[in-house]
């Protein structure tokens, strides 16, 4: 029964040494260059936002303001559009006011500058 060996090893079996192979995989990369930077692109894409969306839902739990039947693609969907663009996500109607208290739902989510984020703090004001 042969022992089948890892990857690398097969590559250098291969190519005849392990610096044919690396040699092989470095010319391959540059030719596909154009289609992994396009993968890596839609990763990246992919996970803008996410470790934002998981952290505002965790707060949003442990306040009570995370409904069940909240979109969480969408809210992640959010996320990953403000961390795009550079800008941050603002409860329109804060998770914690004073007055009232909002949901962590796609509908109370906005997109606004830093600045502007803390310009409006923790307040709601009726239109």
Known sequence: ??????????????????????????AWKEAHAEEIEQANSERLDASLGKVAALAAKARATAMG????????????AKYAEAARLGLVVDHVIPLG??????????????????LENLKKGNRYEAN
């Open 97 to 114: 006011g004073k007055k009232v208290c909002g949901l962590h739902v796609e509908g109370n989510l906005a997109l606004l500058t830093s």
């Open 65 to 76: 303001a995370m409904p069940a039947w909240a979109d969480l693609k969408a809210i992640e």
């Open 1 to 26: 029964m042969e022992i089948k060996k890892n990857k690398k090893e097969d590559r250098a079996n291969k190519y005849g040494s392990k610096e044919a192979a690396a040699a092989a995989f470095k």
